[in-house]
């Protein structure tokens, strides 16, 4: 045997025993429950084989009703892969091109959407505002509305760039898409996605969310606040839209795992273009880059009371999902290291962070407005011998020092560390999330 082939077979993946997997993911979201960080189900493929698809915690904490494989949690924004996969097929039939002006289905739009095509719209590539950034959208959410009123919010409002020159994520975007594919077939959003995936996938536990509607097996929302657990914030569901409204279980999301395989939703052609990135690794409705060297196919989801994940390695035809009832944001990071214990690869275990006193006189230099992009701002103030945040749109939160300047959220995964300048001055943040490290900038 030659060196060469030596050192070929030394680098194969040897996949580990199915239940060597089980037990290792378990005791890992056993850790994170501990923690008040999980409260889902969860489910792992490999090779067309379930190796895990497990329940964990509780559906509904007053009626003492456990999560399963197929209790149905609200998918925030995995919805737009279906959104995507809905206008893929539509193009197909020759029912619209992603090549169409957006103002061809909102006409009353400003002139600039002429320069906007369904393709900048699949690809957060627009410059259309993203309405859920907006500063009265805490406000907004809670209302009844319909597609004129909410388009209304944002068709009259400058693009932020030219169409097509930069990445920005956008839920006005694919809210936009989701109107389209209305247009275009002539059903609702939630029937056409039921006539024409979730009835052909057999995805039975799957469909469009409604504040109204009985929907057997459907999980409440939780938050975790000053320790406790607490029902999610209300939402509108009128408003999510082709952006985030759908709800679904693992092991409906594993039946559109497979098909993706197949082209019986598209052609493979369309399937090659849907999985095309464009910037910022962005294709249609999917993240799409590599990781622990592998091909990987992935995108989250967060709506009031809910965190999801589903990440596809379709070389590999390894399939990690986790859709949670507990607003904690630590999927990302869930995702991640399911995904590091397939491919036994290494991860850090889940550890509580340490909380140090610190003078609270050094808070009102953090206190500000902090921009991470234009109308997403954190919001940073002293209340007392505490530190609050509170993004855009989103619930104010205490944040606890590790040290002077680095502080975490307990009940998510996200720290943040203070930047000064040489003279001490704080001039920024940097909010560490989901692997990312986002600057912003103190404008106030």
């Given at each position: 045997?030659?060196?060469?082939?030596?050192f070929?077979?030394?680098?194969?993946?040897?996949?580990?025993?199915?239940?060597?997997?089980?037990?290792?993911?378990?005791?890992?979201?056993q850790?994170?429950?501990?923690?008040g960080q999980?409260?889902?189900?969860?489910?792992?493929?490999?090779?067309?084989?379930?190796?895990?698809?497990?329940?964990?915690?509780?559906?509904?904490?007053?009626?003492?009703?456990?999560?399963?494989?197929?209790?149905?949690?609200?998918?925030?924004?995995?919805t737009?892969?279906?959104?995507?996969?809905?206008?893929?097929?539509?193009?197909?039939?020759?029912?619209?091109?992603?090549?169409?002006?957006?103002?061809k289905?909102?006409?009353?739009?400003?002139?600039?959407?002429?320069?906007?095509?369904?393709?900048?719209?699949?690809?957060?590539?627009?410059?259309?505002?993203?309405?859920t950034?907006?500063?009265?959208?805490?406000t907004?959410k809670l209302?009844?509305?319909?597609?004129a009123?909410?388009m209304?919010?944002?068709?009259?409002?400058?693009?932020?760039?030219?169409?097509?020159?930069?990445?920005r994520?956008?839920?006005?975007?694919?809210y936009?898409?989701?109107f389209i594919?209305?247009?275009?077939?002539?059903?609702?959003?939630?029937?056409?996605?039921?006539?024409?995936?979730?009835?052909?996938?057999?995805m039975?536990?799957?469909?469009?969310?409604?504040?109204?509607?009985?929907?057997?097996?459907?999980?409440?929302?939780?938050?975790?606040?000053?320790?406790?657990?607490?029902?999610?914030d209300?939402?509108?569901m009128e408003?999510?839209?082709?952006?985030?409204?759908?709800?679904?279980?693992?092991?409906d999301l594993?039946r559109?795992?497979?098909?993706?395989?197949?082209?019986?939703?598209?052609?493979k052609?369309?399937?090659?273009?849907?999985?095309?990135?464009?910037?910022?690794?962005?294709?249609?409705g999917?993240?799409?880059?590599?990781?622990?060297?592998?091909?990987?196919?992935?995108?989250?989801?967060g709506?009031?009371?809910?965190?999801?994940?589903?990440?596809?390695?379709?070389?590999d035809?390894v399939?990690?999902?986790?859709?949670?009832?507990?607003?904690?944001?630590?999927?990302?990071?869930?995702?991640?290291?399911?995904?590091?214990?397939v491919?036994?690869?290494?991860?850090?275990?889940?550890r509580?962070?340490?909380?140090?006193?610190?003078?609270?006189?050094?808070?009102?230099?953090?206190?500000?407005?902090?921009?991470?992009?234009?109308?997403?701002?954190?919001?940073i103030?002293?209340d007392?011998?505490?530190?609050?945040?509170?993004?855009?749109?989103?619930?104010?939160?205490?944040?606890f020092?590790?040290?002077?300047?680095?502080?975490?959220?307990?009940?998510?995964?996200?720290?943040?560390?203070?930047?000064k300048?040489?003279?001490?001055?704080?001039?920024?943040l940097?909010l560490h999330?989901?692997?990312?490290?986002?600057?912003?900038?103190?404008i106030e």
């Open positions: 045997m030659s060196l060469r082939f030596a070929a077979l030394l680098c194969l993946w040897v996949p580990a025993p199915a239940q060597d997997v089980a037990a290792k993911v378990d005791e890992y979201i850790a994170h429950m501990k923690m999980f409260n889902g189900s969860v489910l792992v493929a490999r090779d067309g084989q379930k190796l895990v698809s497990k329940g964990y915690g509780m559906a509904n904490l007053e009626y003492d009703v456990p999560n399963t494989p197929r209790t149905k949690f609200r998918l925030g924004s995995i737009k892969q279906f959104t995507a996969m809905a206008i893929a097929q539509l193009a197909e039939r020759g029912k619209l091109s992603l090549d169409d002006s957006a103002r289905y909102v006409p009353d739009a400003q002139e600039e959407w002429d320069k906007v095509t369904v393709r900048h719209l699949l690809t957060h590539t627009s410059g259309i505002p993203s309405f950034s907006f500063t009265d959208y805490s907004f209302l009844p509305t319909n597609p009123e909410l209304a919010r944002f068709k009259h409002k400058p693009l932020e760039f030219e169409p097509g020159e930069k990445f994520y956008n839920n006005s975007g694919y936009l898409l989701g594919v209305e247009k275009a077939s002539g059903l609702s959003y939630e029937a056409y996605l039921k006539e024409n995936i979730f009835g052909p996938l057999e039975n536990d799957s469909g469009y969310d409604s504040n109204r509607a009985i929907v057997k097996g459907r999980a409440a929302g939780y938050a975790r606040r000053d320790g406790k657990w607490v029902n999610a209300h939402i509108n408003i999510p839209g082709g952006a985030g409204g759908l709800y679904s279980t693992v092991e594993y559109w795992d497979q098909a993706l395989y197949t082209d019986k939703l598209v052609s052609p369309m399937v090659e273009a849907i999985f095309t990135p464009d910037k910022e690794d962005y294709a249609f999917w993240v799409v880059k590599k990781q622990f060297n592998r091909r990987r196919t992935a995108h989250g989801g709506i009031e009371g809910f965190n999801t994940i589903i990440a596809r390695y379709p070389d035809r399939c990690v999902i986790a859709l949670s009832n507990l607003n904690s944001g630590e999927l990302d990071r869930i995702g991640n290291d399911l995904a590091a214990i491919f036994g690869e290494k991860y850090e275990a889940p509580e962070r340490t909380a140090v006193r610190v003078d609270p006189k050094l808070f009102d230099a953090y206190a500000g407005k902090y921009e991470l992009q234009p109308e997403f701002i954190i919001t103030r002293r007392g011998d505490k530190l609050m945040a509170q993004p855009t749109g989103q619930s104010e939160l205490e944040i020092a590790e040290s002077e300047t680095k502080f975490f959220v307990k009940v998510v995964d996200a720290q943040i560390t203070f930047v300048d040489e003279e001490g001055r704080v001039t920024g940097i999330q989901g692997g990312r490290d986002q600057p912003a900038k103190k």
